[in-house]
């Protein structure tokens, strides 16, 4: 059995890990804390998980996060940048283990955070002592660790949809260009204007554009990974283009990557290279160029599909890559990552299908 | 006044072109013609169009096709790939002008079009005759012609979006990679299980996947126009990536273009360029970097929006472009290149904003 | 040349009534009041405007508001519930003329106000002099008048849907029940956590359940008009139920009215009744049994449009009734109103059709 | 174990069993028959159950049904109307148990279907021996049982929805009527023109206007039993209007119910009186006047959620209530049917909550 609380009760990340859980035949949820909705049951928040949870949420204190480690084998963290160092080192003290939803701990050097996060990282140590793990792409550096940092979103889209390609040696330095679609699920749950139906449906737009987006340098760390660079010389990285825009729709991601190689492929041996990659890996389903991924096909669940294709006239490799932002992209890969730290299947309680349509 | 008649009835661009008229102070509908909803009042297949237009849906033979001509000054023309000189024919003998609003006649040299759209061509010298119109970028290649081919809305986009920019001559070759998107209204509206709302909602996917789709080499035509190529020479064209994909809402196109340029810009520079650039042009609305532009903002319109960014860090120009799909992108154009051909002012009867939201 | 001003700013009743200003002859835009955006260009709120008004936003102060009076023929306003009789008598002692969009002055008793809207009314005698007005049913009342209150969205939809049959005297008293849904934009623009998309998308539920809409005794007022009661004696009137829900859409309502009736009627007869009632009237369509209305025939119009049916076996007439709320709901019946009692005609700018798809 | 197989496969029903199926610990898939897509994988047509199941779609022969019952517990059957009994005969010979996912079976008395579905019962005494089961309503007359007639969606929500008020008498007869939203799955998948998103996103309409649609007489029926009517003296029941509309939404259905009750409640009684009436059933939810429930809380699910309310001005009852039409409006209902003949706890595979948002 798994005793497992969260930190950040209110969120669509936080209700999505509750709702993946209930399928999970080792996980017992402990404690919801936040500071927002004390005092409310999980359902005054998640109207689906009515009868699911009897738990109330706490109040985000440090005697009640020290209280709920103690009883937990993990704690998942969503908090606002910047806070995480605070209730980990309480959750670490009591000899517990920690997945961060958050970006705070990402990166191996903290400068990096630092700059494109714009803010003093409160605790550098804790981030060296972090370890950041797709486990399709790293499974290996997280067993038996305690202090996970769960991926982001576009980062785990994008990784996946690269790592079979970029492990080939042949994509052109600084060639590479993730043009980036998200559900609005993706731009939390705090109502703004431009958010709500009357503005967001049959509307589409970028956002960040330009350049700025903060998982740019996420999906950089993890290229540089890839291909063998010191993580800790960021100046020797190379740099892309990733641009993130809004979808009317509710969840799903899909990234079109982009990259020049110095050699051509066909559609075919793209497909085998990828298929073989992903053999062994039950989250990644790769398809053929004839049949481009849709966001629905992973719906509320823990897949990242994709269709690898590559063009000869341009000589540069395409690829669709699609996760559910909520499920791959946060919740399910942190269930995952939980799996893989207590060291049952990373599978358990994951394998289900996608609600379609 | 402006006499026009309509060869393809049901579609949602003929649909367009009629809604768009009501507010058109010069023009008088003589005819709408297709082979299919023969007999039927318009507004059995536009529902909104009820009380507008008495007109009943006439055969699509050449004798019908001969006395609409004769009775109008243009014809707007949509029908299969393939199809439109045939009807052409019986226009242009009637000395009057055409709007074509697919892609037969697009392509100066014969050959690209039929290695792209996998067919003989049944006219090459109508194809000569000919002229290409997006108004903003070639208008007077078409002031006093009689045989327009309509852009396709994707190349639209594009083109406006990328014009500035190319004019520079600081755009690398061979860097131009365009990521799109369209409402399903770009699909036709042929029924197919693809469309259907519980297939399409909150769903989202490329199509065409690798560098297939059909406007790849009429961005590339307008770009070897742009920068002064031979267009009859296709292989001294560069070649650039076009992938679409399929937004789940009813209208709208955004194209996101990449460009490597041979020296920096900041957005501000960009934003000035492009302003100046469109300055006289009441359909192209230019944002600074802080605002990127919406489908919405666009809804229902003959505008284009567009805001032009560059990132510094990997010298690649980003823009990201907006149109109506229908309105830009096929029926307002139409209009405009109708008005331009006729003589009148282009903004005559295209001057309204979106409805938002 | 009809000059207005309009207080309240940034919803989308005026951005609304401004879209279709554009295209009405007459209409020349003054002055746009409110205590929010103050300062802003209107396109900072209504970005589909851009380039249509110059005019900023003017705080909403007395002073403003006197001086947008003396330059205009007619004021809109629409302003939270309560607070039109401060700024109308301003505009009033001006010599000018109101629209109210709110409804502050929407019912003859000024008890039946305050007990739905739980407030003191501030201003009793404004309300006996203002004069409600669906022009297609009583606008002989309006003419010439100074005061005009704009109705609501709902009794819109449903006093049309209800007139032709009320008249007939064969509906049974306090059978009559109102099943109505909302687009989003009914609900406002402020956000609100059930209005951001990611909540509302894909998702439908009643509200105000169980019969406490305020929009319940305006349609029941109207029906009392209809049937010839006296206003000012609620207490004779009959009961209804109005119940409305929020569609995962932007903008439309539909009504389905229910009523049992005294004697039998075919479909036909039905259509038949409602068509020769509604011949003379350019805003309303009606439709056979067998083509039951949809919103988005009416998207963004002043159109409404209805299709009445009869069950002989319940001796129920059923009848589904579709406006767009912020259309003939409120901005395009506030313009029509306005036309009707600045004398020139009431289709005046306002003849075009929907937006189709 | 319960081996299962599945004549009709590629619809939206089958593949909703099929994905509920995988978290099921008792269900095995033995065979899907299907006269469309024979040959093809099961993910061919449901492409989120990539990986979840082995099984090619085999011809639908006799003699291929006959093979699939003989390995197989229970068959679910979903065909066109009326072509039931030719297959249903086969498994039972094989005696074997059946689950009719449509309307063949589902009145007792055969005049009743023939006159609401325009054909001659190929087998009425077929009919006789089925059993109509919603468990929550009847389940006691299904145990043991070998052909059962799975409810309509529309009748499901509705009954479910009434049978604590009809149960105490108090519901004045021939005053029920319902309003109906359902999303588009559930007018199937076969693509036809008012499906497409371009056509049915952002709009809204009723269809089978006045009292025609096939639901109303099951849902008549359903009343007939729970007050204690002859179900073979159809002439001794009560009329209602059952009018339903279409959401532009992938799932969900909810009903608004009206009645006229000859004594008045409070809204806290209806809440204690329903609550009390669904205590034991796991899949009922009731909430308080203040909660009307919303679609998407059932999404995906075999719930059903209600909000029981009363106008004392009207003296009606009003009461909303959701479920998912292919989840307990189809094949969650299914399988809970499958699980009660077959012996085993009825929320078997089914206790999970709806995804959110």
């Given amino acids: 059995m798994i005793r497992y609380s969260a930190i950040g009760a209110v969120g669509y990340v936080c209700g999505e890990v509750l709702r993946m859980m209930v399928a999970h035949p080792e996980g017992k949820l ?25 738990q109330v949420i706490q109040d985000l204190t440090e005697e009640n996060v020290r209280a709920a480690a103690e009883e937990s084998d993990v704690v998942l963290i969503q908090v606002p ?11 670490l003290d009591a000899g517990k283990k920690i997945i961060d939803i958050g970006a705070d701990i990402r990166f191996r050097d903290v400068n990096v ?22 486990p399709e792409v790293m499974r290996e550096l997280a067993k038996g660790k305690s202090l996970i940092a769960n991926p982001g979103c576009y980062p785990t889209a994008t990784t996946l949809g690269l790592m079979p390609a970029l492990k080939t040696g042949h994509i052109v330095e600084n060639t590479i260009i993730v043009d980036a679609k998200s559900g609005y699920t993706g731009a939390g749950r705090r109502p703004a204007l ?46 892309i283009n990733f641009q993130p825009h809004l979808l009317p729709q509710v969840r799903g991601i899909e990234v079109t990557i982009y990259a020049t190689m110095d050699r051509d492929y066909t559609n ?36 990242c599909a994709m269709t690898p294709t590559f063009d000869k006239r341009t000589h540069r490799l395409i690829v669709t890559s699609v996760i559910d932002n909520i499920g ?12 893989l730290i207590m060291g049952i299947p990373e599978t358990t309680g994951l ?7």
Same sequence: chains 1, 2, 3, 4.
Wanted: glycine share 8%.
């Fill in 268 to 303: 075919d041996e793209l497909y085998a290279m990828y298929s073989e990659a992903y053999q062994d890996e039950p989250f990644v389903q790769v398809y053929p160029a004839s049949q481009p991924v849709q966001t629905k096909w992973v719906y509320g669940t823990n897949f």
């Fill in 328 to 339: 791959k992209g946060a919740a399910g890969q942190a269930i995952q990552n939980m799996n």
């Fill in 30 to 54: 402990v404690s919801v804390l936040d500071s927002y909705g004390v005092g409310d049951k999980i359902s005054a928040h998640h109207p689906a998980l009515r009868g699911f949870y009897d």
């Fill in 113 to 134: 955070w630092e700059k494109w996060y714009g803010q003093k990282h409160p605790d550098p140590q804790m981030t060296h002592e972090a370890v950041y793990c797709i």
């Fill in 351 to 357: 394998m289900f299908p996608a609600m379609y349509p």
């Fill in 81 to 91: 940048s910047g806070e995480v160092p605070r209730w980990a080192k309480i959750v």
């Fill in 194 to 239: 431009n958010k709500i139906l009357t503005e967001a449906e049959n509307n589409f737009c970028a956002y960040a554009l330009g350049g700025g987006h903060r998982h740019t340098p996420e999906i950089e760390q993890n290229i540089a990974y890839l291909t063998g660079k010191d993580l800790m010389k960021p100046e020797t990285w190379q740099f």
